[in-house]
């Protein structure tokens, strides 16, 4: 599957989010829980290397359990503030908040005791597409957040979230990066939504999709789709379940542009089950 996707756009907001780093104490980054490593992006490693960073591990509830423990845990290791969470629950917001509380409250304590200043920390808010990242935002401001604008050090216009007087919020545009040489990780992208379909049509991705579903998780398959056996080859698959669904056109050939849109619509929405596509003992990163 062949993906093209790194609109112009994309480029101007990488040079806005550097034009605001000044003003920023800390980089609050939003990942996908079920394809930890593809949903980060690269560039932001060296954009933001001089600053305070916290992961979240977002739609924990359509990941794998114990696979979101143990990127945790690699994440911790290689020195990061990492959490899992889902953003749409009621309990994330005192959670994240916690968590972020508990990250800087060194740096708060000693601002206190060095210079008597209570200090209230501004996060930019970065993540690459379909993370969830609006959700997050919208969930840590709750109805009582202030919007505020022309914050001094940040572009005109900037909406800055007031959040509690310990800490603010700064959103960002999600940003790609310009090459995806991982073929992996740009399936999986396509799999979970964050790559559109003007980059990767439909069909491919589910062709994709049944393929390494069919290798790593074929029980949740044959269950979901009540299959007997999987057949050899992910076109067989979509055919066999496209009949199983009643997916077939005029004249009695299977659907399989229609059983592809559903086949992913299904799986993005949980139907299929609690799957991470990427587990850290299988990637050469440290994170």
């Known amino acids: 599957m062949s993906v093209q996707w790194y609109p112009g756009h994309m480029a101007k907001a990488r040079r806005q989010m550097q034009d605001k780093l000044k003003a920023i104490d ?5 990942a996908d829980a079920r394809i930890p490593a593809a949903s980060r992006n690269p560039d932001f490693d060296d954009l933001f290397r001089d600053k305070k960073r916290i992961l979240v591990l977002n739609k924990c509830d359509l990941a794998d359990p114990s696979a979101t423990q143990k990127w ?7 020195g990061w503030f990492a ?3 889902t953003g749409t629950q009621r309990s994330a917001r005192k959670e994240i908040l916690d968590f972020i509380r508990t990250s800087t409250e060194a740096e708060a304590k000693r601002l206190l005791e ?3 200043v209570r200090k209230t920390f501004r996060a930019l808010v970065v993540g690459i597409p379909n993370v969830g990242k609006s959700t997050i935002i919208n969930t840590l401001a709750g109805s009582a957040a202030a919007r505020t ?3 001094p050090g940040l572009t005109r216009g900037t909406q800055v979230i007031r959040i509690s007087s310990y800490l603010e919020l700064v959103d960002s545009p999600g940003v790609l990066w310009p090459k995806l040489e991982n073929q992996e990780h740009a399936n999986h992208l396509a799999y979970v939504g964050s790559i559109g379909e003007n980059a990767a049509d439909p069909y491919s991705v589910c062709i994709s999709f049944l393929r390494e579903s069919a290798q790593r998780f074929p029980k ?5 789709y009540r299959l007997e056996e999987l057949p050899e080859t992910p076109e067989e698959i979509l055919e066999a379940i496209c009949r199983k669904r009643g997916w077939i056109l005029r004249g009695g050939a299977h659907d399989p542009e229609r059983g592809a849109q559903m086949i992913l619509q299904e ?10 596509w990427e587990l850290p003992e299988e ?3 440290n994170g």
């Open 72 to 78: 945790i845990r690699r994440y911790t290791e290689g």
């Open 26 to 30: 800390l980089v609050l980054e939003i």
């Open 114 to 116: 060095t210079k008597n």
């Open 267 to 276: 799986y993005r929405s949980g139907k299929l089950g609690r799957v991470t």
């Open 283 to 285: 990637e050469g990163q």
């Open 149 to 151: 604008a022309n914050i």
């Open 220 to 224: 949740l398959i044959l269950e979901r």
């Open 83 to 85: 959490i899992g969470s």
